[in-house]
């Protein structure tokens, strides 16, 4: 029995190790656009929250409405924690007006308060894609990226999930869940310095 009893230890100690953090990549610049509702969205509001985000426009014939509704079974399986917000961008803004918007998220049964659907100037919109989601251009061609993004409580980017793969929906509820039981909010990592390393996929990338 002696003989067993350090492969049992180890075994029951490497049970008890907790996950390791998930990494922090970059922050995302702050923001102001316009919502469904036709009132201005500050990227303030989103600050304490952790957040999901998407590039989308409301006539895509392609993988749109796939992801949306990916997202909204991402909103039902966190309707217990109203610390976790949903955050759809659209790449289409000369169409996608707020009243399309709006028309787009009641299709999709998005919760007010927990969805939301943002449009704005196409150059705000193209930055924010571009160079702080880094998942490529909202230059008219209407080609965006098929992946979710999560962020921390502070903005930072911390995965990136393509709707397209299997699996990659129930590892995102599963970083949910991590960043919900991340200690004060994140803050301890905030000292170890942002990840470079990551290659941010592309605007075609699945």
Same mark, same amino acid.
């Given at each position: 029995?002696?003989?067993?009893?350090?492969?049992?230890?180890?075994?029951?100690?490497?049970?008890?190790?907790?996950?390791?953090?998930?990494?922090?990549?970059?922050?995302?610049?702050?923001?102001?656009?316009?919502?469904?509702?036709?009132?201005?969205?500050?990227?303030?509001?989103?600050?304490?929250?952790?957040?999901?985000?998407?590039?989308?426009?409301?006539?895509?014939?392609?993988?749109?409405?796939?992801?949306?509704?990916?997202?909204?079974?991402?909103?039902?399986?966190?309707?217990?924690?109203?610390?976790?917000?949903?955050?759809?961008?659209?790449?289409?803004?000369?169409?996608?007006?707020?009243?399309?918007?709006?028309?787009?998220?009641?299709?999709?049964?998005?919760?007010?308060? #927990?969805? !939301?659907?943002? +449009?704005? @100037?196409?150059? =705000? %919109?193209?930055? /924010?894609?571009?160079?702080?989601?880094? *998942?490529?251009?909202?230059?008219?061609?209407?080609?965006?990226?098929?992946?979710?993004?999560?962020?921390?409580?502070?903005?930072?980017? #911390?995965? !990136?999930?393509? +709707?397209? @793969?299997?699996? =990659? %929906?129930?590892? /995102?509820?599963?970083?949910?869940?991590? *960043?919900?039981?991340?200690?004060?909010?994140?803050?301890?990592?905030?000292?170890?310095?942002?990840?470079?390393?990551?290659?941010?996929?592309?605007?075609?990338?699945?």
């Amino acid at each position: 029995m002696k003989l067993f009893l350090p492969v049992a230890l180890s075994i029951a100690l490497a049970g008890c190790r907790s996950e390791p953090p998930l990494p922090v990549y970059w922050q995302i610049p702050a923001f102001r656009l316009t919502s469904q509702s036709g009132q201005p969205f500050d990227s303030k509001s989103l600050e304490g929250n952790i957040w999901v985000a998407d590039f989308i426009f409301t006539t895509c014939p392609g993988p749109c409405p796939r992801m949306s509704a990916q997202m909204r079974g991402v909103q039902t399986a966190v309707e217990s924690m109203p610390g976790v917000k949903l955050v759809s961008f659209t790449v289409d803004p000369k169409n996608d007006t707020p009243a399309a918007l709006a028309a787009y998220a009641t299709r999709y049964h998005a919760e007010p308060g #927990r969805w !939301f659907f943002l +449009t704005g @100037e196409q150059a =705000a %919109l193209e930055t /924010l894609c571009r160079n702080g989601f880094k *998942l490529g251009d909202v230059d008219g061609s209407l080609v965006h990226s098929t992946r979710f993004v999560l962020l921390d409580r502070h903005s930072r980017v #911390r995965g !990136f999930y393509s +709707t397209l @793969e299997d699996g =990659a %929906l129930p590892k /995102l509820l599963h970083d949910i869940r991590t *960043l919900v039981g991340e200690p004060d909010g994140g803050r301890a990592l905030a000292g170890a310095g942002l990840q470079s390393r990551y290659s941010a996929p592309q605007k075609q990338a699945q």
